[in-house]
């Protein structure tokens, strides 16, 4: 497939995933589609997908993709984006706040036929959870590793 097929699958799915319409924006990925950094608890393929962004919708039911840059050829799109939201729902064991949340995230995505078949990705999800409120109950790796090191 062209690269132009494969921007127009990737601008599809962003455009349904914004109108909340998730079944149809998952029609972008393969049956199979690989995600090599999934979500918590996201399963495999088209499905696991269809879950996650079920997901996002319900903690996040006015979530909003803004593609800020997009690089493609004949089998790859990559895109920064901003995600942009309001915590109305659930999120990672939160509870909804009411807070408005905005963080960046880069996709890589590979197309075969029109279809995502590989994803590779991060959307910060750390900003995320600071931005609803969330508290952190410990350091992480990052802090445990600079206690040890300034010990």
Not at 52 to 81: G, M, N, Q, R
Not at 92 to 115: C, L
């Amino acid at each position: 497939m062209s690269r132009d097929t494969n921007v127009a699958a990737q601008e599809h799915l962003a455009e349904n995933v914004n109108s909340g319409d998730i079944d149809t924006a998952v029609q972008s990925f393969a049956e199979d589609a690989v995600d090599h950094d999934p979500a918590p608890d996201q399963g495999p393929g088209r499905e696991g997908f269809r879950t996650f962004f079920k997901a996002l919708a319900t903690a996040f039911p006015d979530a909003h993709i803004e593609p800020a840059h997009l690089v493609a050829d004949d089998e790859h799109v990559s895109i920064a984006y901003t995600l942009t939201g309001t915590h109305q729902g659930e999120f990672n064991g939160i509870p909804a706040s009411g807070k408005r949340i905005e963080v960046r995230g880069v996709q890589i995505g590979r197309f075969e036929n029109g279809k995502i078949v590989e994803r590779w990705g991060s959307s910060d999800e750390l900003g995320i959870m600071r931005q609803i409120g969330a508290e952190s109950k410990s350091p992480g790796a990052l802090g445990k590793l600079a206690a040890k090191v300034g010990s």
